[in-house]
């Protein structure tokens, strides 16, 4: 329970600062932080994940590519493989560990109202296929003591995915981001008792053939986990994303438009062997309760995890 009372306290305290960004989302991906023991450290030299994720999202009203678009609706799906490498060395006694997270989604948008220059289209719809924004992990640095792990970790998503101004819907979001993580993990392998949180920070700049800058965010990533053997664990997961920095920008076509959005539920873990491999395979469905300035609806994942 205390948990719990510690994740609303820091959810209201972060609420003080603010009361969206550009499409109605960012490069904030809830979920995409950890599951099941967010700040552990990998246990092999490399450890490969797979995550097929689907969004499937709407908002009243957002700017898309110059445009200002009404009543739009997204659908998101993502096939993304996270690769991370751990060496035998230390720094400020945290073990080190580097990656690259290699997204390909496929994203189709349907909007009921298109305003560009005083232009009005009805139905608009559009679609796109292909490599997404690529994100590299230049360090994560990891500590453990007892029951208590956290990590310390920076990602750098770069603009790598096609991007048309003309287009109503791109594979990315043609800037970049700077997001910086802090997680901390207790868990007890006695009572099989995990909670994990990852606190973060986005710096965004600007979309140069927009002008639009998305305001900076801070996020929370929350996991209450049991496990019940080394094979199976259930778990309710959360999140919170608070952009404490308005939009801006000639491109900034709703004012500051700053986002906020909640969202929970549940999650599965299984751990097996195949052909002498441990192998997990991860399943959660995140459901957004509450989205201001921001795309609404439900997250859901289908990973598979291994090291060697």
């Known amino acids: 329970m205390r948990f719990i009372i510690i994740f609303i306290f820091i959810v209201n305290f972060l609420n003080q600062n603010t009361i969206a960004a550009e499409g109605g ?22 450890t490969l994940r797979n995550d097929t994720y689907y969004y499937d999202a709407s908002t009243s009203r957002a700017v898309q590519g110059g445009n200002l678009v009404t009543d739009l609706d997204l659908q998101f799906l993502m ?9 035998e060395f230390k720094i400020f006694g945290a073990q080190y560990t580097t ?3 290699i997204p390909f989604v496929n994203l189709n948008t349907e909007a009921s109202l298109k305003v560009k220059e005083g232009s009005q289209v009805l139905n608009a719809r559009d ?3 292909g490599l997404g924004d690529v994100s590299l992990i230049p360090f994560a640095l990891f500590w453990s003591e007892g029951n208590i792990h956290s990590s310390f970790a920076h990602y750098v998503i770069i603009p790598s995915g096609d991007y048309d101004v003309n287009n109503s819907i791109n594979n990315g979001l ?11 993990t207790y868990l007890n392998l006695e009572t099989g008792h995990d909670f994990s949180f990852n606190l973060g920070y986005i710096y965004n700049t600007e ?13 929370l990533d929350v996991a209450l986990n049991q496990f019940f053997s080394d094979s199976l664990a259930v778990g ?26 909640v969202g929970v539920g549940p999650a599965l873990l299984w751990n097996t062997k195949i052909s002498n491999q441990d192998v997990s395979f991860i399943a959660k469905w995140l459901h ?3 989205a201001e300035n921001r795309l609404e609806g439900d997250h859901l994942f289908l990973s598979f995890a291994f090291d060697w």
Do not use: C, R
């Not at 096939?79 to 060496?87: E, I, V």
């Open 25 to 46: 989302y960012s490069n904030y991906l809830p979920g995409s932080y950890g599951d099941f023991g967010m700040a552990l450290s990998p246990t092999e030299t490399w």
């Open 79 to 87: 096939n993304f493989t996270t690769l991370l490498y751990k060496p």
């Open 99 to 101: 990656g690259i997270f």
């Open 127 to 129: 679609s796109a296929t």
């Open 174 to 184: 043609n800037y970049w981001s700077f997001d910086t993580n802090l997680a901390i």
């Open 207 to 219: 979309n140069e053939d927009t002008n639009y800058q998305t305001g900076q965010e801070i996020h």
């Open 236 to 261: 309710i997961h959360g999140f919170y994303l608070n952009q404490i920095t308005g939009d801006s920008g000639s491109g900034a076509l709703l004012g500051d438009f700053k986002a906020e959005v």
């Open 288 to 290: 957004e309760v509450k």
